[in-house]
């Protein structure tokens, strides 16, 4: 089934009573004589159901009502769930998060690009007509169905499906023994901590955004001065790592599952327009190469995988074995610099005829094999870095990131990178080069002219880097560079 993107959200209290999952959909999601059958059958079902009731006959009744959840769900659900419009978007559906919070319990919601399943429990103080209908109409740009699907469920059942809304949200609370674990044995040594933070001044009332939460390092910072959190990531071990190492500040940090590339997107979605800074502390975390089964390390037997969202479609082992072997070079040389890159594509294609390249040793030899160990570096390293930058579309991601940030920023609001090698340094530089001169000049042209992109200062000209106290307690500081920039 070609499931669409969805955005769940599920809140910390647990229903107690009856609840409502509420399902809304655009129209025109629906194809209209779909629709009409459905709504045909679901009248003639109702009358039934009222009829039985009437009649005290509780077997034809339980009978009806499980004849009429299997009508909707063939009906509406499934048809919704493969539904991606063109033209709608999570944010559409999305202004709806932003306004569900305030008016009755939202126990959990699911956004699809054309629906929106909520969870409630009502308070007894509106009838849920009354708040369907005021859904609706707060989000008036959208022309949502005249007849909803409405669910009564037991607290039993729906404590179940806000479960399913935490899981697909990466925020399960029901972590197994091993995700445990995982979880207490994150290490993360946390690189340029204060100088980061600092930067974006954080302080009670300011909002701000880790665009890389990993296992919680900065983010741990921003709330210690009172500040609330947005903290993203792509990786559900992460999330769970950060969400245990910050428990105790659980009312002022918010964990969204995702892509920072659609950071704008996912922090609308949650009724955030502007904030007051953002952090990004680009790269993968130290878990994620020493855990051998995430296949980023070329020193230890792993699945060939390298993605740092495990639901990713494509990983390592998919581009090294189907990957043209002019692709594969293109990746070597663009994102690992690594000067025999058509030699090893070469190799690699070879190999892959005899039988498919599926762990990290086989292919750490396979490059071993093209290119003699020189010096203290694995000959595998500038490879190994290359398709992990193309299976997460590191520097696509960024840049996505840097195109987007300085919008979600208020006036005065900050915008901190840290990067870890010269591709993307790069992609930061000219991006805030970019955005801070005041003029551009031209060789053709008489004179400078105004830059129409100019929206922000710089904080500090040349880069942060670590100081020396840091650079002997971890080696990987070594290559860290933050920049920072200013909204106007
Ligand atoms: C260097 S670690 C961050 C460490 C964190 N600052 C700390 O102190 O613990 C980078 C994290 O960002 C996540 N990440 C990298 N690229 C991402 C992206 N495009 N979207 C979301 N998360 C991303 C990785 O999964 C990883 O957990």
């Not at 007051?276 to 020493?290: F, H, K, T, Y």
């Not at 090294?320 to 000067?339: C, F, K, M, P």
């Not at 000049?441 to 992109?453: K, T, V």
């Not at 040349?462 to 307690?473: F, H, Y």
């Amino acid at each position: 089934m070609n499931k669409v993107a969805t955005q769940s959200h599920a809140a910390a209290s647990p229903p107690t009573g009856t609840c409502y999952k509420v399902l809304l959909w655009e129209e025109g999601a629906l194809a209209p004589e779909q629709l009409h059958a459905w709504q045909e059958a679901r009248r003639n079902l109702l009358s039934r159901m009222r009829d039985a009731g009437i009649k005290g006959a509780r077997g034809t009744l339980a009978r009806l009502g499980e004849e009429l959840r299997e009508l909707s769900e063939q009906a509406v659900v499934r048809p919704l769930d493969t539904c991606a419009q063109a033209g709608l978007s999570l944010t559409r559906v999305g202004a709806l998060a932003a306004k569900l919070q305030s008016e009755v319990t939202v126990l959990a919601y699911r956004l699809s690009p054309c629906s929106a399943a909520i969870l409630v429990e009502l308070s007894g103080e509106e009838s849920l007509d009354e708040l369907v209908k005021r859904w609706s109409s707060s989000t008036a740009e959208l022309q949502w169905c005249t007849t909803p699907l409405i669910e009564a469920l037991s607290a039993a059942e729906a404590a179940e499906w806000q479960e399913s809304c935490r899981a697909e949200a990466g925020t399960s609370d029901d972590d197994t023994e091993a995700d445990e674990e995982n979880a207490a044995g994150f290490h993360h040594v946390t690189v340029l901590r204060t100088e980061a933070v600092e930067a974006l001044q954080p302080a009670e009332g300011r909002v701000l955004v880790d665009a890389t939460l990993g296992g919680g390092g900065h983010s741990e910072l921003m709330l210690q001065s009172g500040a609330t959190v947005w903290g993203i990531d792509q990786d559900p071990a992460a999330r769970r790592a950060a969400r245990k190492r910050l428990a105790a500040y659980a009312d002022r940090l918010h964990i969204i599952a995702g892509n920072f590339r659609n950071a704008a997107e996912m922090l609308r979605a949650e009724g955030l327009e502007q904030v007051d800074g953002i952090l990004a502390d680009i790269g993968i975390s130290s878990p994620q190469v020493d855990q051998a089964d995430r296949g980023f390390s070329f020193l230890a037997e792993g699945p060939l995988d390298m993605r740092m969202n495990p639901a990713a479609p494509r990983s390592a082992a998919d581009i090294v074995n189907t990957a043209a072997e002019s692709e594969l070079a293109d990746i070597l040389w663009q994102y690992g610099e690594e000067r025999a890159s058509r030699a090893i594509a070469r190799r690699i294609v070879q190999e892959r005829t005899k039988a498919p390249i599926t762990t990290t040793t086989q292919l750490a030899a396979i490059i071993a094999s093209v290119l003699p160990r020189k010096g203290k570096q694995h000959p595998a390293t500038r490879s190994f870095q290359a398709l992990r930058i193309a299976v997460n579309d590191e520097l696509g991601a960024l840049d996505a990131l840097l195109e987007s940030g300085l919008d979600l920023l208020k006036s005065g609001g900050r915008f901190a990178i840290i990067t870890f090698h010269s591709l993307e340094d790069r992609a930061v530089k000219r991006y805030f080069d970019r955005v801070t001169r005041p003029e551009i000049d031209r060789p053709e042209w008489p004179a400078p002219r105004p830059n129409p992109e100019y929206a922000a200062r710089l904080v500090t000209r040349k880069p942060i880097v670590a100081g020396e106290a840091e650079l002997a307690a971890n080696p990987r500081s070594r290559s860290a560079k933050l920049r920072i920039i200013e909204k106007l």
